[in-house]
């Protein structure tokens, strides 16, 4: 078991810290030092690093500490016990110095520049910047160029503390990415999470951190909307998927959707309908048909029908989905077509004719 540490040379800095790379880890030794390295060789001073391990029982620490000797402003802390990813997450922040977090996965990269990039932007002072990502196989290589919104929707800032603002960029959005699912696209003012900090009411639903950013819309809420992707983020990595697979995952994204709807946006039935509807965006119907495909238990079958129809699925759709995923030899062929296509390159390619 690793022991709680930090950097303490971290202490001795004079130059003030503008962005903290916020990284909660969990037996990732692998994975981890490719991602400092990508972070470490476009640092400056002004930027640091803070990872919170939740007790990871391989060599993490030692990983981290060697490079906690090439570059000064990394502090790294491991708890006793697990925690959960929420409150890692949310102890990242705590113990960051910047004025900005940047939330990053740890085993995802920066691509060259991204800080550069990052560090300009923060300047303009807004509450939260949303840049796009780059998903790629497990070793790295890219397969599709990600949008949260839109293609339409070049760099732009959204008030979304205006309701009417809020409708406008979720119909504008093809992803749950566009409502902080992905965290490694995300970079937030300190200052304000600090107002909301930790949602204990969403500890161990995976989406502590959304919900303490859709907070800022009941405030203050301009979000910067970055176009270009900045990360690169490792597919084919099934350590988060809950036990159960994808059925499971699904489960997970309409729960946690749908108690952050509850919460904010109760009062206002349109809005809490536009923001629900981005789901069947992030799932279309081939998803839903593979997922469905998986499901051999009535009452999961019903319970998972039930979700649909709350995020706004037509009823004829998820009736179709339902005999289409009956032929699970097929589905199964058509999932491994797409994987092989996913790796041959081929993917990629059609995404980017798709977005020009």
């Given at each position: 078991m690793c022991l709680w540490v930090e950097n303490h040379n971290m202490g001795n800095s004079i130059v003030e810290i503008k962005l903290s790379i916020c990284i909660p880890t969990y037996n990732r030794s692998r994975f981890i030092g490719e991602?400092?390295?990508?972070?470490?060789?476009?640092?400056?001073?002004?930027v640091e690093i803070v990872i919170v391990d939740g007790a990871s029982t391989d060599n993490t620490a030692q990983v981290v500490s060697w490079y906690q000797?090439?570059?000064?402003?990394?502090?790294y802390f491991c708890s006793e016990k697990n925690m959960g990813v929420d409150q890692d997450m949310a102890k990242t922040i705590e113990?960051?110095?910047?004025?900005?977090?940047?939330?990053?996965?740890?085993d995802d990269l920066l691509k060259p520049g991204a800080i550069k990039t990052i560090l300009k932007e923060i300047e303009s002072g807004h509450e939260i910047y949303l840049c796009n990502i780059t998903a790629c196989s497990l070793r790295m290589i890219p397969y599709r160029e990600m949008s949260w919104l839109s293609t339409k929707i070049k760099d732009r800032v959204f008030n979304l503390a205006d309701p009417e603002e809020f409708k406008t960029y979720c119909?504008?959005?093809?992803?749950?990415?566009?409502?902080?699912?992905?965290?490694?696209?995300?970079?937030?003012?300190?200052?304000?999470?600090?107002?909301?900090?930790?949602?204990?009411?969403?500890?161990?639903?995976?989406?502590?951190?959304?919900?303490?950013?859709?907070?800022?819309?009941?405030?203050?809420?301009?979000?910067?909307?970055?176009i270009n992707s900045l990360v690169l983020w490792r597919g084919d990595n099934e350590s988060f998927q809950p036990p159960g697979g994808l059925v499971k995952r699904f489960f997970l994204d309409f729960d946690g959707y749908l108690k952050l709807a509850d919460k904010y946006f109760k009062?206002?039935?349109d809005l809490r309908k536009s923001f629900l509807k981005v789901m069947t965006r992030e799932h279309p119907w081939y998803t839903i048909v593979h997922a469905v495909s998986l499901i051999d238990d009535q009452q999961l079958w019903l319970q998972f029908r039930n979700r649909l129809i709350a995020f706004g699925y037509s009823p004829v759709m998820i009736e179709l989905c339902r005999f289409f995923s009956r032929?699970?030899?097929?589905?199964?062929?058509?999932?491994?077509?797409?994987?092989?296509?996913?790796?041959?390159?081929?993917?990629?390619?059609?995404?980017?004719?798709?977005?020009?």
């Open positions: 991602t400092l390295e990508s972070i470490i060789s476009q640092a400056s001073d002004n000797r090439k570059f000064k402003n990394l502090s113990f960051a110095r910047g004025q900005y977090c940047w939330m990053l996965s740890d119909a504008n959005a093809n992803s749950i990415g566009a409502l902080f699912s992905y965290m490694s696209s995300i970079v937030l003012r300190r200052q304000e999470w600090k107002i909301t900090g930790f949602d204990q009411e969403f500890q161990a639903t995976a989406y502590a951190l959304a919900s303490s950013l859709i907070s800022f819309t009941k405030r203050k809420c301009r979000l910067k909307y970055l009062q206002d039935g032929n699970k030899g097929l589905v199964a062929i058509a999932v491994l077509l797409k994987r092989k296509l996913i790796r041959s390159g081929i993917y990629l390619w059609l995404n980017k004719r798709k977005s020009k």
